[in-house]
């Protein structure tokens, strides 16, 4: 599957932004998704995951009240709305997916094997 994130861009802190992630290649419906995002001088780290169906999602603390992640498998996008947003969001956002579901978080976490280009997000204060 080849995925591209789409939507980043200059935004003033408490101000929103979608992400979007389409994938091509394979049935999307196939598989478990997360994006990821990695500031300057720091490791990638999860912010959200969501599951083949859309049924069950995934947030890490830092986002959770203020990202969703949501999926169209008719439309093979995954998206992430991103509301009251901070300056320490400013960050790459990566999408990323696993064939299959991820029946732990550990998986959404650290079971991701493709990954698309990122999109730049800067937050100003």
């Known amino acids: 599957v080849q995925l591209q994130a789409s939507g980043g861009g200059l935004v003033q802190a408490g101000g929103s932004l979608r992400l979007a992630c389409a994938a091509s290649?394979?049935?999307?419906?196939?598989?478990?998704m997360s994006w990821f995002r990695q500031a300057p001088g720091k490791e990638r780290e999860f912010q959200a995951g969501i599951s083949r169906s859309g049924g069950s999602t995934l947030y890490a603390d830092s986002v959770k009240g203020r990202f969703t992640i949501s999926r169209d498998n008719a439309k093979g996008t995954v998206y992430l709305q991103m509301n009251t947003l901070k300056p320490e969001d400013t960050a790459v956002y990566y999408c990323?997916?696993?064939?299959?579901?991820?029946?732990?978080?550990?998986?959404?976490?650290?079971?991701?094997?493709?990954w698309g280009r990122g999109t730049q997000v800067t937050v100003s204060s």
């Open positions: 290649g394979r049935a999307f419906s196939d598989y478990a």
């Open positions: 990323a997916a696993r064939r299959g579901e991820c029946y732990s978080d550990y998986f959404y976490y650290y079971g991701m094997a493709y």
